[in-house]
């Protein structure tokens, strides 16, 4: 009988053994899926699915799932990327808390997925932490200050002058219909900008019978953007990234030596860009060693940056080459989708609006005849409604920004634990301010769906009673965006010279309201496209 039981035993070993490890395995599983959900299990949230949390009610509602959570949960609430729990933040005192008040436990931004595996975004400002991120900043910011900005002028006009004598061949190209894909030459005209201010290079893109290398270089540059997708709809080694994120560098050093993968095609794209700006840095080294930079009068940003690597020993370790490279291509990469959307979506609300549209033209007529330059000064005083509201902020611009807001959500991440708006948050929280809630608050901006440039008046009631920090687009405290200023100049000097030329006209073949697409930031998913009308002189 003995025997028998210990033959029974020994033929139930190995399936125990078995259904053990199994167990075991399932129990790590579920603590390493569960435990960045364990920290903030508190704050309010919809019933994450597993695995993907709640990816398919942003693929089914868009930027918007936002709104509709903050309305259901508060000002404070979960949203689970995949395996990552965000605590998203949709309250403008709140806000102030998590940007300004306490930015010494939260100092630096979350690494999302889809930038995990790529150095030329990694170490620009924008992901650098702590010491070496404020180290950064302190040595670039004089390169954002008015007096540096307001030297740019001329070269900014230029580009967007080239950009406005693209308008009528554009148009051209559709000859049944004259639509101009306006989109299309805000992106061109905003990278152009870029090439010149940051790398000191004409990327050509809004001169006809110009392309080739440049117009290259750029293709490879907006594919390696718009392939930062935050859904499932990216590259399988970020999607697996979103739902187990030690899984993500194992599965893109295996993907990108497949061919045909999204990840060997970004992988592709990624080393040849880096490789292209390594050229630029590289030989825009060589020409300074052999005095053949016009020493002292480039202003682009990559001379600025290679004089202050050659101050110091300390700056020089600061600003390896490869922070230089990441430094030089984050213009390219912060600098040109958010500005040409600003630019393009301002455009599209005045078109729609001609109370609004009478008003600017009223004042940019006002300004001078037509093809009169503003300068820097005259920019900041002298266009009170495009520009109403003082310093940085402009009205109309404002206005759409708001309307339309490019960066939905800004991450961060705590460093320690902190206590915000009744809850405590432990180390290592993805904790996410969200703009773009704040700008469809009723109680911040009556009749939020309503475009009304008027709101930002600093005269009306609605503007004096809001709090400062329920708009946001540019960020808030020390970590806000150090171009704000950059972007502010170059879009109301392109509002200036294009209504000195053109009106426009919404094109009856574009949906209503436009389509938008989430990526890093917000675009539209079939453009902005408008028919341009020329002013006649006099
Ligand atoms: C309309 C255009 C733009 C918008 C809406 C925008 C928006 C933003 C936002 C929301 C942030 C995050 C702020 C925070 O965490 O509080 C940011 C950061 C940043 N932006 Fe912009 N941006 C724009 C244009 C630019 C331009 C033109 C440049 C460069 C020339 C630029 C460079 C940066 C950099 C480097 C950071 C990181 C700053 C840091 O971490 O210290 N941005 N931007």
């Known amino acids: 009988m003995e025997m028998a039981g210990v033959a029974g035993t020994e033929a139930w070993l190995p399936y125990a053994t078995t259904v053990a490890s ?8 579920l603590l390493y899926f569960y435990s960045p959900h364990w920290g903030v299990r508190g704050v309010p949230g919809p019933p994450a699915l597993p695995v993907v949390g709640h990816l398919p009610l942003l693929a089914w509602y868009g930027p918007d799932v936002f709104c509709l959570l903050a309305k259901k949960y508060g000002p404070i609430f979960r949203f689970h990327l995949g395996r990552q729990p965000l605590v998203i933040v949709a309250d403008p005192e709140l806000c102030r808390e998590v940007g300004v008040r306490q930015f010494k436990s939260i100092p630096n931004r979350s690494l999302p997925a889809p930038i995990a595996g790529s ?5 620009g400002l924008f992901f650098t932490r702590d010491e070496r991120w404020s180290a950064m900043r302190n040595t670039i910011i004089s390169l954002y200050q008015p007096s540096h900005l307001a030297g740019l002028v001329p070269t900014m006009q230029r580009c967007i002058e080239r950009s406005a004598d693209a308008i009528p061949a554009a148009a051209a190209v559709h000859q049944e219909h004259g639509d101009v894909d306006f989109s299309d030459l805000s992106l061109k005209l905003a990278t152009d900008v870029i090439g010149q201010t940051a790398f000191g290079v004409d990327f050509g893109l809004t001169a006809s019978g110009r392309g080739g290398e440049a117009a290259e270089f750029i293709r490879e540059h907006v594919h390696s953007t718009t392939s930062l997708k935050m859904d499932l709809s990216a590259p399988l080694s970020v999607a697996l990234g979103l739902v187990a994120p030690a899984l993500q560098g194992p599965a893109r050093r295996l993907l990108r ?4 993968t999204a990840d060997w095609r970004v992988a592709r794209t990624n080393e040849r860009l880096r490789a292209r700006v390594d050229e630029i840095v590289a030989a825009r080294g060589r020409d300074r060693s052999r005095g053949r930079d016009g020493e002292g009068k480039r202003r682009d940003f990559l001379s600025a940056v290679l004089d202050a690597r050659g101050r110091s020993a300390a700056l020089r370790e600061l600003l390896t080459p490869d922070h230089v490279s ?3 291509y984050e213009h390219l990469l912060a600098g040109s989708a958010t500005t040409a959307f600003t630019l393009s979506s301002t455009v599209y609300l005045v078109a729609g609006h001609p109370e609004v549209e009478a008003k600017l033209l009223a004042e940019v007529d006002g300004f001078g005849p037509r093809g009169a330059v503003p300068t820097a000064d005259d920019l900041q005083h002298r266009f009170p409604y495009l520009d109403q509201a003082s310093k940085d ?3 109309i611009i404002k206005e759409a920004m708001r309307f339309y807001t490019v960066s939905p959500l800004i991450s961060r991440v705590t460093s320690q634990q ?19 809630v704040l700008a469809r608050d009723a109680a ?11 709101r930002f008046d600093p005269a009306c009631e609605e503007q004096r009673r809001r709090h400062p920090c329920a708009h946001i687009p540019f960020g808030v405290g020390p970590r806000a965006c150090v171009g704000q200023r950059f972007a502010l100049q170059e879009v109301k000097l392109s509002m200036v010279h294009l209504y000195q030329r053109f009106v426009f006209r919404r094109s009856p073949r574009m949906e209503s309201p436009p389509e938008l697409q989430f990526g890093i930031v917000l675009h539209f998913k079939n453009g902005i496209k408008l028919v341009a009308i020329e002013r006649r002189v006099g």
């Open 418 to 436: 902190v206590e915000l708006g009744g809850y405590t948050l432990p180390k290592g929280t993805w904790l996410w301010m969200a703009p773009g």
């Open 22 to 29: 199994c167990a075991v395995g399932m129990v790590f599983f």
């Open 257 to 260: 030596r497949v061919p045909g």
């Open 326 to 328: 990441a430094l030089t």
């Open 119 to 123: 150095p030329l975004h990694q170490k």
């Open 393 to 395: 902020s402009a009205t």
């Open 444 to 454: 911040s901006f009556r009749d939020p769906g309503a475009f009304r440039p008027e």
